[in-house]
């Protein structure tokens, strides 16, 4: 339980890491 805890936690990190990449880069276009 604690290792598919810590997938969907590591998951839930990078989608928010690359949606907030995402949006810096489109405010430096």
């Given at each position: 339980?604690?290792?598919?805890?810590?997938?969907?936690?590591?998951?839930?990190?990078l989608?928010e890491?690359?949606?907030?990449?995402?949006?810096?880069?489109?405010?430096?276009?």
């Amino acid at each position: 339980m604690d290792e598919e805890y810590d997938v969907i936690v590591l998951g839930t990190g990078l989608k928010e890491c690359i949606l907030s990449g995402l949006l810096s880069v489109d405010r430096l276009k």
